[in-house]
């Protein structure tokens, strides 16, 4: 094991002395020379390896500890900042993930061209006209931010040494590329070591840093899992690249919660933020049609409204056909029984057929509620109201059964701007006040009378 390294360092001026001794050279003070712990430079250390030895952390009483200048910096961005839990946090690392073309590059230049402090902008994927370009269709006008083109963290250090910004921004983690590490950019050491050295340039500096990153196919970001683990933040960048809303997520957020989501409209000079997210539901469809409801599901972590399609018709051939799309048709089938035997519906001789539109594939229990609607409305062709959505189960016997983290489906209900959610009477809900009327029901007879 390698041998602890220790230095004298005077209490009152900071200066470094090889052995104690009990003047300090340097104030003249008496007694103020004391034994430390130094970090020896290690490989990955963000500064040169000449640079001054440094004290190695010690143990603080957490009430001793300095909060004085950890204000959060506005974005000035409502999205990013409600998102963010309020801010961006000094030292903090934040990694923006999301496919390729949704706007990761844009979402981050546009915030870099609106901050009032000094942004320095690295990318490593477009040259320095090329962002001009983009930043001349954004906000042409701003004197803080600087772009840098490079790659090799080393370099990047050094100009970052020489510029002081007050935050950083890497385009992307994955052509970063650390002179300490063999391997090529983009491979899991790289990747890894490069983020080690951004940890520790922010946590030293208190400059905040927010990285880039791609994802692999199947929608996690590229590079090894830790990397997720040793930032504080990583956000997703998501939406339909043909469509134009994108809606920014936190899935981790070492300081604050994750529930919050941001939603931006693409358009020819930008993102513009949505503050009020109903317009887009109400812009969608005007019309109300009937066999369509929508369901507040998890995706994994992640709160998701999705809507069910089901089409009921008079079966034309002897023998009904049932048909679920994005749905387990054994599942349809059970709630099928249960609408037949417990609200006396006759769909023995109808043919059933069920969507999820988006081409989703659900197993979230919750979306029962919801798959049930969309059949009583399409067999009595009456529309439901657009702004209602649904959360709950539905059991054997016909009883709405609750669902798991059934507040986080209300709040992102009524972030979306629906007006009622049904869910079942046995969730147990401790939200107080809420903009969302939250229906509560224990029988699937209630919803009948209630929809019908
Ligand atoms: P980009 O930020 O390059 O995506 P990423 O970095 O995630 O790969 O997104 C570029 C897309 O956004 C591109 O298809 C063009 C579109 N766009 C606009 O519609 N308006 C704009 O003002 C800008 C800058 C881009
Ligand atoms: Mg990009």
């Known amino acids: 094991m ?28 008496w007694n103020t020379i004391v034994e430390e712990v130094i970090q020896t430079p290690e490989k990955s250390d963000w500064k040169s390896p000449t640079s001054k030895v440094k004290k190695a952390a010690v143990p603080l009483r957490i009430k001793d ?16 900042n409600r998102v963010l839990g309020g801010g961006i946090v000094p030292g903090s690392l934040t990694l923006l993930g999301g496919e390729p073309g949704i706007g990761k590059s844009t979402l981050l230049l546009q915030i870099s061209l609106k901050l009032p402090y000094k942004t320095l902008y690295v990318s490593g994927e477009e040259s320095q006209k090329q962002i001009k370009m983009r930043a001349e269709r954004i906000n042409p006008n701003n004197n803080n931010c600087y772009i840098l083109t490079e790659t090799k963290t080393q370099n ?28 090529s950019s983009g491979s899991i050491s790289q990747i890894k070591e490069c983020t080690t050295e951004l940890i520790k340039f922010a946590k030293e500096t ?13 929608g996690n970001i590229a590079g090894p899992k830790i990397l997720e683990h040793m930032v504080d933040t990583v956000l997703q960048f998501e939406g339909d690249r043909n469509h134009v809303f994108r809606i920014l997520r936190a899935h981790k957020n070492r300081f604050g919660s994750t529930n919050e989501l941001g939603i931006y409209e693409m358009q020819g000079s930008g993102l513009r933020e949505v503050s009020n997210p109903s317009e887009i539901l109400i812009s969608k469809k005007d019309e109300e049609l009937s066999g369509n409801a929508i369901a507040a599901t998890l995706e994994g972590m992640r709160p998701l409204m999705i809507e069910v399609q089901a089409l009921v018709s008079t079966a034309v051939y002897g023998t009904p056909q049932r048909s679920a799309t994005g749905f387990n048709a054994k599942r349809l089938n059970m709630l099928l029984a249960v609408l037949e035997k417990r609200a006396g519906f006759r769909l023995g001789a109808k043919d059933v057929f069920l969507n999820i539109t988006g081409g989703i594939n659900v197993d979230d229990p919750a979306i029962d509620l919801a798959v049930v609607a969309s059949i009583l409305s399409s067999n009595e062709d009456v529309a439901l109201q657009k ?47 809420t903009a969302i009327k939250i229906q509560l029901i224990s029988k699937i007879e209630d919803l009948v009378t209630m929809l019908v």
């Open 2 to 29: 390698a041998k602890v390294k220790t230095t004298f360092f005077c209490q009152n001026c900071g200066s470094q002395f090889a052995k104690w001794q009990g003047q300090c050279n340097a104030c003249k003070e």
């Open 65 to 80: 500890i300095d909060m004085s200048n950890e204000a959060r910096l506005d974005t000035m961005d409502g999205e990013f």
């Open 206 to 218: 208190a400059t905040p840093v927010l990285l880039i990153g791609h994802i692999t196919k199947d």
């Open 156 to 183: 990047i250090f050094k100009q970052i040494e020489a510029l002081e910004p007050d935050i950083v921004i890497i385009d992307s983690i994955q052509t970063l590329h650390s002179d300490y590490i063999e391997s």
């Open 387 to 433: 702004d209602i959505c649904f959360a709950a189960e539905v059991g054997l016997s016909g009883e709405i059964r609750p669902v798991q983290r059934v507040e986080q489906r209300i709040l992102e209900a009524e972030k979306l701007g629906f007006s009622t959610i049904y869910v079942s009477k046995y969730n147990k809900i401790s939200l107080k006040k």
